[in-house]
């Protein structure tokens, strides 16, 4: 059976920092692309970032040069590192492996996609 499992969210202050983890089991990560988004409530899901298998990075526009997305291949877990947090950025972050990917295009659709962990931007 395969689980994604994520951690690290919180309550954080504005400009804070959070590393969110992504733990699989039932899969290994470094033979497909991973992706992370999130959905903000009352909102549709958004797409954060995504990493494919050759380690090539990728990001949403919102997020770009504040969010940075690694793989630890020997743990089998996909991080996702959270700076100079705002209050938009407050959502449920999923991480989930998507139907397909090539270069910098991830499917929306998930093959396998974790329960979430939660992240609130506050003061």
């Known amino acids: 059976e395969v689980q994604l499992v994520e951690s690290g969210g919180a309550l954080v202050q504005p400009g804070g920092s959070l590393r969110l983890s992504c733990a699989a089991s039932?899969?290994?990560?470094?033979?497909?692309?991973v992706t992370w988004v999130r959905q903000a409530p009352g909102k549709g899901l958004e797409w954060v970032s995504g990493?494919?298998?050759?380690?090539?990075?990728y990001y949403g526009e919102s997020v770009k040069g504040r969010f940075d997305i690694s793989a630890d291949t020997a743990k089998n877990t996909v991080y996702l590192q959270l700076n100079s947090l705002k209050t938009e950025d407050t959502a449920m972050y999923y991480c989930?492996?998507?139907?397909?990917?090539?270069?910098?295009?991830?499917?929306?659709?998930?093959?396998?996609r974790g329960q979430g962990t939660q992240v609130t931007i506050s003061s």
């Open positions: 990493i494919n298998g050759p380690g090539g990075k």
């Open positions: 039932g899969i290994t990560l470094r033979n497909y692309c």
């Open positions: 989930q492996v998507p139907t397909f990917c090539t270069g910098g295009t991830f499917s929306q659709m998930p093959l396998y």
